[in-house]
C-alpha cells in the first residue's frame, strides 16, 4: 500500500446549525463528540475512522437530487448488513428516502434532517 502524504483526518458537511446534526451522526455512525469551536459553528464527531465533522455555512442552500439547481457535491454510501432494517432505522433517527430511487435493491438514496444526501449500500467488494 502507498505511503499517505496526508492522510485523511476528516470529511466536512457544511449545514445551517450544527448541533442540529450531531445526535443524528452519532446514532448513524456511532461517534461521538470530539472537539467544538467556543461558539459551536464547528463540532467534529469520531469514534470510525476519519472524523466527520460539522461546519456552520451561513448561507446554506441543502442540495436537491438529483437535479439542482442545489446539486450535490459529494455523499457518503455507508455499508448496511440487512438494507431494509438499516432504512428503518435511519429514518427512525431523523433520515428520509430521497424520491428518486435509481436501484432501491441495491443501495437506498436517503436524505439527512436538513437535506444531505447519502445512501445504505449492500454492493461490497468481494
Known amino acids: ?10 470529511i466536512s458537511i457544511d449545514c445551517p446549525r ?3 446534526l450531531v445526535p443524528f451522526y ?3 455512525l456511532g461517534l461521538e463528540e470530539y472537539f467544538a469551536t467556543p461558539d459551536r459553528g464547528v463540532i467534529c464527531l469520531a469514534g470510525a475512522g476519519p472524523m466527520l465533522t460539522l461546519m456552520r455555512a451561513e448561507e446554506y ?5 438529483p ?4 446539486h ?10 440487512d438494507l431494509e ?3 428503518t432505522a435511519a429514518i427512525g433517527i431523523g433520515a428520509r428516502e430521497a424520491d428518486v430511487q435509481p436501484d432501491p435493491s441495491a443501495w437506498r438514496v ?3 434532517p436538513v437535506g444531505h444526501p447519502f445512501c445504505l449500500t449492500a454492493v461490497r467488494p468481494d
Open 85 to 87: 432494517a438499516t432504512v
Open 1 to 10: 500500500m502507498p505511503h499517505a502524504l496526508a492522510p485523511l483526518a476528516s
Open 72 to 81: 450535490a457535491q459529494m455523499h457518503l454510501d455507508l455499508a448496511a448488513e
Open 26 to 28: 452519532c446514532a448513524l
Open 67 to 70: 437535479h439542482g439547481p442545489q
Open 18 to 20: 450544527p448541533d442540529d
Open 110 to 112: 436517503m436524505l439527512d
Open 61 to 65: 442552500t441543502p442540495p436537491q437530487w
